[in-house]
């Protein structure tokens, strides 16, 4: 009884922390609607009484980084009970239902997930299924920058390539369609044949533009078309699905499980890009994906892959993963003791360490902490 209960105690979280980091681009970088100066992320560290700290992490700035003050120190207090927890967190009458207050109820769970398989002695990918321990991925890339051209894109991916990724996602939508097709074409000269090419408009189009580019992209046999359009426009997505051959990708910018269903309900995706750094964390990722299974579409994570390998890994219908070099995430190098790198055949493999797998490296931090 007394160990028992001296058990649960040691489960409880005694203590939280969140930091933000940012660090800058040699260059702004460009996608079909916006341009980014730094990499800015949110990291919520949440100790154990038992001296176990789980991880979580999300993407985002000044906003992000005081709502997960908030939401973080709900927790305090609490046992490892990922339900319990997120029910405590997704208040809509506090932090609201969508946006960047939902970035940190998902940085909050991830660590309390880091946590559980630490204290566990399993990997979140063991937790959550296990379905597999290697995973295609995609490293992104092809972003528009100044004086880049046609050389600079063809240099840049061919020197992912070279690294083994056997798949390239390229931005388009910031330039007219035929300059962009341009740009498309380049990029499957020269990544070759047997590498896959997907593209991104970050909802760049109008409903005619995207069906126009839709046909091009068809002729081109490319991967996916993702975020076509405003992801206010599910019945536009429905209609391109229904009207192009080219997969269609979306819900990088959706949220929760209640946004997913209406995603699968209107038919506006034959892929689902459900991040975890944004939706709400592992625990609503998690049911987003059963749901897709049970409605037999694949899910493909937008977002970081030292968490999203775990859940594409853990679930059956898990398609693929992105992958950010340092040229995308400027923080990558400096952010954990470990790195995650692509495998020679261009696949990742799940951590099977303890948790996520990742210790973060605060000494290599500190020069780019901003919060605190």
Known sequence: MRTSQSKRL???????????????????????????THTEIVVVELELASGVTGVGWTHGGRIVYEAAKEVAQVVVGQP???????KMIYRPKIFGRRGLATRAISAVDIAVWDAIGKETGRSVHQLLGGCRDQVPAYVAGGYYGKGKGLDGLQKEVSSKVSTGAKAIKMKIGAVPIAEDIARVDAVIEA???GVDVLVDANNAYSRLDALKMARLLEERNIFWFEEPLSPEDNAGAAELVQRTDVPIALGENEYTITGFRELISARAADVL???????????????????ADANHIPVAPH???????HLVAAVPNGLVVEYYDNS???????MFKQQLELNADGSITAPDRPGLGFDLNHAALEKFRVQD
């Open 273 to 291: 890009n459900a991040d975890a750094q944004i939706l709400g964390g592992i625990t609503e990722w998690q049911k987003c994906a059963h749901y």
């Open 191 to 193: 990544v070759g044949p």
């Open 303 to 309: 977002g970081d892959q030292e968490i999203h390998v």
């Open 328 to 334: 995308l995430n400027t923080l990558k190098d400096a």
């Open 10 to 36: 040691q489960l409880t979280i005694k203590s939280a922390r969140v930091t933000a980091y940012s660090a800058p681009y040699d260059e702004p970088i460009t996608n079909g609607l916006y341009t980014y």
């Open 80 to 86: 490892l009970n990922t339900e319990r927890i997120w």
